[in-house]
Structures are given as C-alpha cells and as structure tokens.
C-alpha cells in the first residue's frame, strides 16, 4: 500500500492550498481517509476525516468552515481544500488510510500513511 501525498507550499496567511493524496495497493473505496498534521515540537492532531463512500465526514474544531476534505473513489485519491491559511496551520500534513470505512478521528484507526507534504504559511 503507498499513499502519495502531495500539494503543500508556501502560503501567505488567508491564501489557500489544496492538498492531494493518491492511493495504490488497496480497495480505496472501501477505506475511510483522514488527514492528520504535526507541527515542530508537536504531537501529531487530527484534521479531517472522511467515510468511504464520502457521505460523511468531520473536522476539527480549529478548521472548522475553512477546511474542506473530499475524495474521488475513481481516481483512488482524497483532497484537502484548504482556505483562510493561518500561520498555525503551519505543519507537515499527512493522509491516512483507515482499517474500516467509517468516520476516524483517532490515528489509531489508521493503518497506512503517506509520506507527508509540508505547509507553512507566513504571517
């Protein structure tokens, strides 16, 4: 299983980015898909998650209304729309796949991970 995350940058606060993670090597359409980040000196959090059939999905309290995640089941891959950037978005962001197919705001859930893509954003 590989996921191959990808689409971070640099990014003034309030711009925006769009984080892709494609996925080989497993049934993607029945796996759920979250997207975790860790920032410098920082546990890893949880981002956004969303069910297998892209029917639900759930954020975090901090990106709430800025944040979007959503996935294409043809094309094996699962997005972040990132909006409004704030410079304590700033982190290295990672998808996971998960074991089951629903909604997983754990990251002991997630049993694949991708490498991560790095988002710092500049106030």
């Known amino acids: 299983v590989q996921l191959q995350a990808s689409g971070g940058g640099l990014v003034q606060a309030g711009g925006s980015l769009r984080l892709s993670c494609v996925a080989s090597?497993?049934?993607?359409?029945?796996?759920?898909m979250g997207w975790f980040r860790q920032a410098p000196g920082k546990e890893r959090e949880f981002v956004a998650a969303?069910?297998?059939?892209?029917?639900?999905?759930d954020y975090a309290d901090s990106v709430k209304g800025r944040f979007t995640i959503s996935r294409d089941n043809a094309k094996d891959t699962v997005f972040l729309q990132m909006n409004s950037l704030k410079p304590e978005d700033t982190a290295v962001y990672y998808c996971?796949?998960?074991?089951?197919?629903?909604?997983?705001?754990?990251?002991?859930?997630?049993?694949?991970w991708g490498q991560g893509t790095l988002v710092t954003v500049s106030s």
């Open positions: 996971g796949a998960a074991r089951g197919g629903a909604v997983y705001m754990s990251s002991n859930f997630y049993s694949y």
């Open positions: 090597g497993l049934t993607f359409s029945t796996h759920g």
């Open positions: 969303i069910r297998s059939s892209g029917h639900r999905k």
